[in-house]
């Protein structure tokens, strides 16, 4: 009896250690034990090391894997983890998180077919390893015992891998953000029957309508993410046989096509879900009653969707709820009801973040201290108005972010110093009034203030900080004069703080810079301009630009001139730097040192020297350059090679002199390029067709010469503006022109060009199709880490005065062709630009008459047509564009009575002058016979219009209509012609007869 106990224990003492063998003992390589001495089995290290070779390292993160004899041992390499019974790997994670240097990532040229070698692998992880389009080999789905996989972001493409559905042990699958093409199905899915985390996010499941049926196969599935999949909406016939389990507790559907149809599917989830994401999604209509009934949620977001109207009462039976954003909607009515929905439930002792912001809530703010867990609370771009009081927020001792921007708030601002926890504060962008409190300056954990964009005044002292030794980001700034705040700080004051971004635009800090600046040294954003400085710039201040990413000191009076920094900076400082300097009153030579910049604005100053720093090799880096309006001269170098990331530059307004560089056309990526008035000559350099994103072109107030070239209309097809006035530009206007269909802009005024108006005209496709004109042209300069923006300006000779336009630039479209020597008519193709703003043709030798369809041009704001040799009357049909409010047609050969209308009688007469053969209001000069004259002038008006050659062709084709729809039918039909002369004879009986008798009755009263 005890042999047979002995051996029963001895078969289940073999059993477990078959098991243990089989199963593994996986350990993770926080807890490996250090003093392991066994060594990994061969075949699976040359495994590894030939997985290794299909790697690119160029960090050398994988330094501890290798064949020297102190590597050998594979269960020590990073990333790798293996059995301490078996040795077997089971466990290769290569991600981010487990590196030594997670700032740097590995790339993949393939994955080697020796990794099948590690067949008791349970965890693979190659998240953010980039594969660059290779193809996930099928070999990975004999690796059957992985429970983990996780190629995440690693760039594979090709066919989407449902191989991976014979991985039946998968508990995580992760495949999320790939470059796989459209996924046909996911019927592979139900096979994976213990998966408990499915991420496919960034697949392309815009074809797979039944993935809820899918989905509802998995029993064990916890997690699911599949954001951003161009998901459709379930189709309600499909979920009428749901059989899911109720284990999902995440699920994340954010960035989809999916309808409201989704919360039916959802409710079969109501006990089980915790966190659920619809951000981003096509949710119209109201919110359903349905996510009242998920009692155990915790965290909503239904931002950026269309519901609308009200919250459902329903919210009060969500007793766990901690986060809800249902921010980006068209909510609307009063955030006070919501509020007690809030208050009459469980949820006001957990709620910890609310986001009703962008929406259409009203009302002035409701006391809000009963939700005691609250932590962030962001109520901006509402429409909420009154008053804020510190009672409104008074017992939210919890809350962290206070988000009230974009309102209508008033009044002065409330004392807050009870909210002691408070970190965020943004009451920017409303008309708040009066002084900023001092008591601010006791919440010691204030991390960010934002009170731009109000209308707040008087000094803010050092007490207002006194205690703010987290403040990190501080915006006190104005635009157009909102804000008027006055920093009085005393000049040896050192703040508690340092400070990541300053703007105190608009802050009036006093004459001289100010000197507490000098302490900050984490300085990444500094923006005072416009704040009333008149002072020298101090050495220290170049100190700050070691670091700092952006730097605004426009519109101050800054003087003096550039030290010498080459030698005071190392290599890294000034790069990527965003420099403003413009507005001020700097002077001498441009340092070299500044080419190292990404944004370099040293406009309206009284700068002067050459621009020779621009042939730097460190200016490879530079995208906007403005130098306009300063005392710079010489000619431009022609180093311009390297420049080849420029988008912006401008030098007009200088004195530069000699030719255009033929360089300026390795600009590649330029889209600005502005030399107006200097003293350039020559001709435009061929090259410059080699910048085929350019979009506006100024050159205008030169010396250049030459035909105006045909590759600007072939090469420059983007081109929004192109002004070449005031130059010795000649010869004809190419029809090449015509091909720029984008163009609002024409300017070549005041040059020697001759010939005819292409009469092509018609092919400038922005002035010819009515469309929403946007305000501003604006472009994006795209950097490694960030993208900033400019906006275009240019300045012309605006109905007869100098104007520069720049929030409105892209509304003023114009053809300006004035002061050459052009000859002709004017092409009757013009009057189909409906959307000309403005159009000067004067100065000319235009002959012919005013096209009688001018009034086509119902956008025309102004019009001038004088000192031509344009005869005839002025057509009635441009007293009806409305909007004419400047017109010019002085010194033709005009005839005959101005139209009357409402529109030309209200202009000076001078607008008529030079024109004898003109008369009618306003001219003092009348018409005679002036009402036969006027219907004289209504016939000839007519005649105009009416009475053409296609006129009396239609009059003779009726005529021949008529005669032989008559005549012809007579001569030919003969029953209708013995019926017309039956008709004649029976008429002429009865009026032979009529006369007869009243013949006879005149003879009888003439006998009585």
């Given at each position: ?34 003093n392991?001495t ?17 790697l690119?390292?160029?960090f050398?993160?994988?330094?501890s ?16 983890s ?22 740097y ?20 992880d ?9 193809h ?23 066919k ?27 019927d ?25 049926e ?9 997690n699911?993410?599949?954001?951003e999949?161009?998901?459709p ?11 899911s ?15 409201t ?51 459902p009462?329903?919210?009060a039976?969500?007793?766990?709820l ?42 002035s703010?409701?006391?809000l ?39 209508d ?31 601010i ?27 703010l ?8 700034s ?29 802050c ?60 005071e ?97 390795s ?59 005031s ?38 496709t ?77 100065g000319n ?8 369809e ?7 704001e ?41 529109q ?16 009618g ?5 009348m ?16 005649k ?12 003779g ?52």
């Open positions: 009896m005890q042999s047979h106990r002995m051996c029963l224990k001895l078969l289940l003492a073999f059993a477990l250690l078959l098991l243990q063998c089989v199963q593994g003992g996986e350990v993770s390589r926080k807890h490996r034990d250090a392991v066994g060594r990994c089995i061969e075949k699976e290290r040359q495994a590894l090391l030939a997985f290794k070779r299909g690119v390292d160029e050398d993160v994988l330094s894997w290798g064949s020297e004899i102190q590597k050998q041992d594979c269960c020590r390499w990073i990333g790798v293996c059995s301490n019974q078996t040795s077997h790997v089971l466990q290769l994670d290569l991600s981010r998180k487990v590196m030594d240097k997670p700032y990532s590995l790339e993949g040229k393939m994955i080697s077919p020796k990794l099948i070698e590690l067949q008791y692998l349970h965890y693979l190659l998240h953010d390893i980039n594969f660059y389009g290779s996930i080999p099928d070999f990975i789905s004999s690796l059957s015992n992985l429970r983990y996989l996780d190629l995440s972001n690693t760039n594979f493409g090709g989407f891998p449902s191989q991976v559905g014979n991985l039946t042990n998968l508990q995580h699958l992760g495949l999320s953000f790939n470059d796989f093409t459209n996924a046909e199905n996911l592979w899915l139900p096979l994976l029957s213990s998966l408990r985390y499915l991420d496919l996010s960034g697949t392309n499941l815009s074809n797979v309508f039944d993935w809820p899918a989905i509802n196969k998995l029993p064990e599935l916890t699911l993410a599949l954001w999949c161009d998901l909406s379930p189709i309600l016939s499909t979920l009428s046989y749901i059989n389990s109720k284990s999902l507790a995440r699920v994340d559907l954010s960035s989809n096509q999916l309808s149809s989704i919360f039916q599917w959802l409710s079969n989830y109501n006990t089980s879900l915790v966190y659920l994401d619809l951000t981003h999604n096509f949710l119209a209509g109201s919110i359903p009653d349905v996510l009242g009934h998920m009692s155990s949620l915790a965290y909503l977001s239904l931002s950026n969707n269309q519901l609308e109207g009200w919250f009462h329903s919210f039976s969500i007793c766990n901690q986060s809800l954003d249902l921010s980006s909607n068209i909510l609307s009515g009063q955030l006070s009801k919501f509020v007690q929905i809030l208050f009459s439930t469980c949820a006001q002792n957990s709620l910890e973040i609310l986001d009703l912001s962008l929406n259409n809530l009203t009302g703010l409701p006391d201290t009963n939700l005691s867990s609250l932590e962030v609370l962001s109520l901006n771009n509402n429409k909420f108005s009154g008053v804020i009081s510190g009672t409104h927020f008074s017992k939210l001792s919890k809350l962290r972010d206070l988000v009230l921007s974009w309102n708030l008033a009044g002065p601002l409330p004392d807050l110093t009870n909210l002691s926890s408070l970190e965020i504060l943004f009451l920017n962008n409303n008309q708040l009034s009066g002084g900023i409190p001092e008591s300056g006791g919440m010691s954990k204030l991390n960010t203030i934002a009170f731009h964009m109000n209308y707040l005044e008087g000094v803010i002292s050092e007490t207002h900080f006194s205690t030794s987290k403040l990190q980001y501080l915006d006190l104005s635009q157009n004069s909102s804000n008027s705040l006055v920093l009085d700080i005393h000049a040896d004051w050192i703040p508690p703080f340092q400070l990541y971004s300053i703007n105190l635009r608009s009036k800090t006093g004459l001289h810079f100010p000197k507490w600046l000098q302490t900050q040294k984490q300085i990444k954003y500094l923006d005072i301009s416009d704040a009333g400085i008149s002072d020298i710039l101090p050495s220290w201040f170049w100190s700050l630009c070691r670091n700092v990413q952006s730097m605004n000191l426009t519109g101050n009076q800054i003087r003096g001139s550039f030290p010498d920094l080459t030698l900076f190392s290599d890294a400082s000034f790069n990527n730097l965003r420099l403003d300097l413009s507005s001020n009153k700097l002077e001498g030579p441009i340092p070299s040192v500044l080419s190292k910049a990404l944004y370099l604005d040293l406009s309206n100053n009284n700068l002067s020297g050459s621009i020779s720093f621009l042939c730097s090799g460190a200016a490879i880096g530079l995208l906007f350059i403005d130098l306009s309006r300063n005392n710079v001269s010489g000619e431009v170098p022609d180093c311009l090679t390297h420049l080849e990331n420029l988008v912006m530059l401008d030098l007009s307004y200088n004195a530069f002199s000699g030719k255009i560089p033929a360089t300026i056309g600009m590649f990526r330029i889209e600005t390029l502005k030399l107006r008035s200097n003293r350039f000559v020559g001709q435009l350099p061929s090259s410059l067709k080699n910048c085929t994103s350019l979009e506006l072109v100024d050159v205008g107030d030169n010396k250049l010469s030459g035909p105006i070239p045909k590759w600007l209309g072939v090469s420059l097809r983007k081109l929004v503006i192109l002004m070449l006035s130059n010795h530009f000649n010869g004809s206007l190419p029809a090449q022109i015509c091909h720029l269909t984008d163009i609002q802009i024409l300017d070549f005024s005041m040059n020697n060009i001759s010939g005819s108006i292409p009469k092509c005209l018609n092919n400038l922005a002035l010819v199709q009515k469309g929403k004109s946007s305000r501003k042209i604006t472009h994006f300069l795209e950097h490694s880490d960030h993208t900033t923006m400019y906006e275009d300006d240019a300045s012309f000779i605006w109905k007869g005065r100098m104007y520069s336009y720049k929030n409105t630039l892209g509304l003023v479209k114009r053809i300006d062709l004035s002061s050459n020597i052009l000859t002709g008519e004017i092409p009757s193709e013009i009057t189909h630009l409906v959307e000309l703003v403005s159009l000067n043709l004067s030798q235009l002959t012919g008459q005013i096209i009688p001018i009034g086509n041009l119902q956008s025309l102004a019009l001038d047509l004088s000192r031509n040799q344009i005869e005839g009357r002025i057509p009635t049909s441009l007293a009806r564009i409305d909007r004419l409010d400047f017109l010019d047609l002085s010194l033709n050969n005009l005839s005959g009575e101005i139209p009357i209308g409402t030309l009688q209200s202009f000076d007469p001078s607008v008529f002058a030079g024109n004898p053969q003109l008369c209001a306003p001219l003092k000069k018409c005679a016979a002036q009402h036969v004259q006027t219907d004289l002038s209504n016939q000839e008006d007519d105009d219009e009416l009475i053409t050659l296609g006129f009396y062709i239609s009059m084709v009726g005529f021949a209509a008529g005669f032989w729809g008559v005549c012809g039918t007579l001569i030919f039909k003969r029953s209708w012609r013995y019926a017309y002369f039956k008709f004649l004879n029976g008429l002429n009986d009865w009026l032979y007869v009529r006369v007869a008798l009243i013949k006879r009755q005149l003879k009888d009263m003439l006998n009585r």
